[in-house]
Nanobody, 119 residues
């Protein structure tokens, strides 16, 4: 069993910053990819940022230069630093952890954390 817990969401004014954290715990043998997705009301869930060891992180075009993803392997934790936030960044942010089980893998999702950016 793997638990994924996000934290750090909240309400912020446009131009402000937030830092999201996501920690995986439980039967975590080997974590491959850790990623952040977001879903705004009435829209599909989209990939915001993803990170794998030894690979250049992936960032959604609209957040490049404003957001950064980082990972602490010792803590099985991934962070999303969000700067220069815009109202269009408002969404529920979800963390996804891909756990490797030998030659197989499973994805585990957190419950989501709300980010609201006011104009």
């Amino acid at each position: 069993q793997v638990q994924v817990v996000e934290s750090g969401g909240g309400l912020v004014q446009a131009g402000g910053s937030l830092r999201l954290s996501c920690a995986a715990s439980g039967s975590v043998f080997s974590i491959d990819e850790m990623a952040w997705y977001r879903q705004a009301p009435g829209k599909q869930r989209e990939l915001v940022a993803a990170i794998r060891s030894g690979v250049t992180p992936t960032l959604l075009d609209s957040v490049k230069g404003r957001f950064a993803i980082a990972r602490d392997n010792a803590k099985n934790t991934v962070y999303l630093q969000m700067n220069s936030l815009k109202p269009e960044d408002t969404a529920v942010y979800y963390c996804k952890v891909k756990v490797q089980w030998g030659s197989e893998s499973d994805d585990y999702w957190g419950q989501g954390t709300q980010v609201t950016v006011s104009s």
